[in-house]
C-alpha cells in the first residue's frame, strides 16, 4: 500500500518538475538564441554612429574606413575558420584513437603535448613558426591550430571515456560492429562534452588571431598595433573593441551549434 502511494506520489513531483523545466529551457533558448546577438549588433551600431560622428584625423579615418575594417573583419574570420577546421581534422580523429584499446596507454603522452603547445606564449609560438616556416596566412593557421587543438582533443577522449560501457556492450551484444558502436553510440553521447571542446577553441582562436598580425597574416589585430604604434587611441580602442563583439559572435554562434548538435534526450 505504501509502495503504491510513494509511486503515485512521486508521479505528480516529476511531472511537475518537467513542467517547470520546460519554460526554463525555452526561456534559455530564447535569450540564446536572440540577447546575446542583439546586444552584439546595438554595440557595433553605437560604434558606427560614433565613427560616423567623430573628429579625427586623417591617419585616424583612413585606419577606420569602412571597407577596411570589413576587409580586416573577413581576414580575421577566415583565419580562424581555416584554424578550426584544421583543429577538428585532427584533434577529433585523434581523440577517438586514443580512447582505442591499443592507443590508450598513449592518451596522457598526446594531451601532455598538447599541454605543453598551450602552455607556450601563443606569439612566441607564431613568430617562431613564421622564422622557420616564413611570414603569412598560413604559417599563422599553423600556429593557431597547435595552440587550441587540446581542448578539443581533451574534450573528445574525456567524453568517449564517460560513456557508459554497459551501453557500448548492449551494442556490441546485439551485432553491431566496433564503427557502429562507435558512430552509434559513442560518439552521439559524447558529442555534448565535445562540442564544449570546439566552442572553447573557437573562442581561444578567435582572441590569438589578433596576434597574426605580427607575422602579415592581417585581422583585426592590425589596428591594435596600429593604435599603440602611432598613439592614435580611436584606433586601438575600435581594434579590440571589434575583436570582443567578434569573439562574443563567435561563442553564441558555438553556443547555437552545441546546442543543435546535442542528440535528443541528452
Given at each position: 500500500m505504501s509502495t503504491a502511494e510513494d509511486t503515485s506520489a512521486a508521479a505528480p513531483d516529476t511531472a511537475l518538475d518537467e513542467a517547470a523545466a520546460k519554460p526554463g529551457n525555452a526561456r534559455e533558448s530564447r535569450l540564446l538564441l536572440f540577447v546575446l546577438p542583439g546586444v552584439v549588433a546595438l554595440v557595433f551600431g553605437?560604434?558606427?554612429w560614433w565613427r560616423a560622428i567623430?573628429?579625427?584625423d586623417s591617419i585616424?579615418?583612413?585606419?577606420?574606413?569602412a571597407g577596411l575594417i570589413m576587409s580586416l573583419i573577413w581576414q580575421h574570420i577566415k583565419?580562424?575558420?581555416v584554424s578550426t577546421a584544421f583543429v577538428l581534422a585532427i584533434a577529433i580523429p585523434l581523440g577517438i584513437a586514443l580512447t582505442r584499446p591499443h592507443f590508450r596507454r598513449a592518451a596522457p603522452v598526446a594531451v601532455g603535448i598538447a599541454n605543453a603547445g598551450q602552455a607556450a606564449p601563443s606569439i612566441g609560438l607564431i613568430v617562431l613558426l613564421a622564422i622557420w616556416l616564413g611570414f603569412g596566412f598560413w604559417t599563422a593557421v599553423a600556429g593557431l591550430t597547435l595552440y587550441a587543438i587540446l581542448p578539443v582533443l581533451r574534450n573528445t577522449i574525456t567524453g568517449l571515456q564517460g560513456v557508459d560501457q554497459t551501453l557500448v556492450e548492449a551494442g556490441r551484444g546485439i551485432g553491431m560492429s566496433g564503427a557502429g558502436v562507435l558512430f552509434r553510440i559513442e560518439l552521439p553521447l559524447a558529442l555534448p562534452v565535445i562540442m564544449t571542446g570546439v566552442r572553447t577553441a573557437l573562442v581561444l582562436l578567435v582572441g590569438t588571431a589578433t596576434l597574426v598580425t605580427f607575422i602579415n597574416a592581417g585581422g583585426?589585430?592590425?589596428?591594435?598595433?596600429?593604435?599603440?604604434t602611432l598613439f592614435r587611441y580611436p584606433v586601438l580602442v575600435s581594434g579590440a573593441l571589434l575583436v570582443a563583439l567578434l569573439a562574443l559572435l563567435i561563442d553564441w554562434a558555438g553556443r547555437?551549434?552545441?546546442?543543435?548538435?546535442?542528440?535528443k534526450g541528452i
Open positions: 553605437a560604434w558606427l567623430a573628429d579625427l585616424e579615418a583612413r585606419q577606420l574606413e583565419v580562424t575558420l583585426l589585430g592590425t589596428l591594435i598595433v596600429t593604435g599603440i547555437v551549434l552545441e546546442r543543435v548538435a546535442r542528440p
